[in-house]
């Protein structure tokens, strides 16, 4: 219990004084004075720790979920230390609790680490619900908005992304619209298929081939393939 104590306060340390960088930068970048940057650090650090156990709980069953969706995978221990497709989503769900607190800049900064050691890009604003498997993982791309549901896996060099947003009057973009897919509970998305738009969903159960394009929403069960340069649709058994 000493030694877990210590840990968990240089844990806190190293983490308040990064999300205080990440708040005085964003007061510096808009010009605002910096009164309660450290407090704010402070209080945002030790509600991070309280997601801890919930975070435990979350990252075992990804590991759990790679188990028992690779068979070349022969133990926890090989998943947590050499597949990085979990350690993308390990730096994923950690970031994305801190995204939810809304602290600026260091979410991303994570995430974008983890881009650039793994090939797999997921933006901390995605929201992913337990049991997901990222197999081979290189050129997996997760956008803000998407809405993954429990039991989800998904091959390499998937897209799930956005149509093309137009722009406001006054030149920015509407933030607030959804943007990216929604895949639902247990669907499969095999290597290089790319799913767009904020109103496509993928049915619970459902399987996207590879090299599919989809971009309107499919029913729950259903199975999207290419069969000789043609799309082929059918029902699970």
């Known amino acids: ?4 104590g210590e840990e968990v306060n240089v844990l806190f340390k190293k983490l308040s004084d990064q999300i205080t ?8 970048r808009y010009d605002r004075e910096c009164s309660d940057c450290v407090e704010t ?9 309280e997601k801890i156990v919930y975070l435990r709980e979350m990252l075992a ?10 068979p070349a995978a022969k133990s926890p221990d090989e998943v947590i230390f050499s597949y990085p497709g979990f350690f993308a989503i390990m730096i994923y ?8 607190m809304e602290i600026p800049i260091m979410p991303r900064i994570m995430t974008e680490y983890a881009h650039s050691q793994t090939g797999v890009d997921i933006h901390p604003g995605a929201s992913i619900d337990e049991s997901f498997f990222i197999d081979h993982g290189t050129g997996v791309v997760i956008g803000e908005t998407t809405i993954i549901g429990k039991k989800v896996r998904v091959y390499q060099g998937v897209t799930l992304g956005a149509l093309s947003i137009k722009k406001l009057e006054d030149g920015s973009f509407d933030l607030k619209t959804k943007r990216h897919p929604t895949i639902e ?5 095999y290597s290089n298929c790319t799913i767009l738009g904020g109103k496509t969903v993928i049915g619970k159960k459902a399987v996207i081939g590879g090299n599919v394009w989809v971009t309107e929403s499919v029913p729950p069960g259903s199975v999207i393939l290419i069969k000789n340069g043609n799309e082929t649709r059918m029902k699970r058994g």
Request: overall charge positive; aromatic content about 10%; hydrophobic content about 50%.
């Open 1 to 4: 219990k000493f030694h877990i």
């Open 21 to 28: 960088r990440s708040i005085k930068h964003d007061c510096l």
């Open 41 to 49: 650090g402070f209080s945002k650090a030790l509600l991070f720790l």
């Open 61 to 70: 069953k990804d590991v759990r979920a790679a188990i028992d969706g690779d």
């Open 93 to 100: 769900r950690i970031a994305h609790e801190l995204f939810k």
């Open 185 to 189: 509970d247990e669907a499969i998305l």
